[in-house]
């Protein structure tokens, strides 16, 4: 297929690009200098990966980009002939936290910031655009993506383990899904390719869920460094804004990915944290 993608350049799209060109589409790039309804003339299908996603961002912001930006987007391609439109939203359009219970699409969305909001609002303008064009929308709703390039809080995590310092996690007894790089951007292109994603919203993840203290071990074996894990009371965590979602749980249930589309991972998340503590070690520690 002709595929365009934006936000080519980012985190997930730098993946993106190369795994579908080896599998033999053709991939053009949408820049913010880019004349999108030209890159759109002939295109099969849209990625759209260009979100913003800064924390410090107003609603009226993101709702102008993240909202409008993506039901725009989404009309010019279904005027352009476009079939497909897979757009990456994020498990925060549902929530921050789980007790018990994977979340599996079911529920009632209660994004907890402006970020949020502004995902499900976009996910609820492409369902529009779909219903009133004909256009073909996935979506799909990611945990936390690491890999090559991940940055912000994950980065932060590795840095600290990899110079030993003493973490106050080991009291924690939580269950956090995660989703490596290689395996999201193969799903997106299950996604783009398979004959029953259109209209479905899907969770996807490396897996069964892990605690924050399992995922510092894991990064520690990889790195060869000691874990350095002390006991402190969980719900005082809650006070230190850095550490408190390291507290939480946010388990997605991926099961409908896999049964209806027959998708499974490619990296076992042992391997998704070995190949991203490989990259780290090779530059940005």
């Known amino acids: 297929m002709r595929v365009l993608i934006t936000g080519i350049s980012g985190f997930v799209g730098s993946e993106l690009a190369p795994a579908l060109r080896k599998f033999g589409h053709e991939v053009l790039a949408a820049s913010v200098r880019s004349d999108v309804t030209d890159l759109l003339v002939g295109c099969e299908a849209i990625v759209h990966l260009a979100n913003i996603a800064h924390r410090s961002a107003s609603l009226d912001l993101l709702r102008r980009v993240n909202v409008e930006g993506t039901r725009a987007l989404a009309e010019k391609a279904a005027a352009a002939g476009a079939r497909r439109f ?108 398979a004959p029953q994603s259109p209209g479905k919203t899907y969770f996807v993840s490396d897996g069964e869920p892990v605690s924050t203290p399992e995922l510092v071990r894991a990064i520690a074996r990889a790195l060869g460094r000691p874990a350095r894990l002390l006991p402190f009371p969980p719900f005082a965590l809650d006070w230190i804004p850095s550490l408190r979602r390291l507290t939480r749980s946010l388990e997605v249930d991926d099961s409908a990915i896999r049964r209806e589309l027959g998708w499974a991972p490619l990296f076992s998340f042992e391997d998704g944290i070995r190949l991203t503590c490989e990259w780290y070690r090779s530059g940005p520690g």
């Not at 209660?110 to 256009?135: H, I, Q, S, W």
């Not at 936390?144 to 809080?153: D, P, S, W």
């Not at 996690?169 to 997106?188: C, E, K, P, Q, T």
């Open 86 to 193: 897979v757009y990456l939203s994020s498990i925060k359009a549902l929530g921050e936290e789980t007790h018990g219970l994977a979340l599996n699409g079911a529920e009632v969305p209660a994004p907890e910031d402006a970020y949020g909001r502004a995902k499900l609002e976009a996910e609820r303008a492409l369902a529009e655009v779909a219903g009133r064009t004909g256009l073909e929308v996935v979506i799909l709703r990611p945990p936390l993506v690491y890999g090559q390039g991940v940055k912000a809080n994950f980065l932060a995590l590795m840095r600290a383990v990899d110079r030993g310092w003493p973490l106050p996690l080991a009291s924690v007894r939580n269950r956090r899904s995660f989703v490596y790089l290689g395996n999201l951007v193969d799903a997106i292109g299950r996604c783009l390719e």
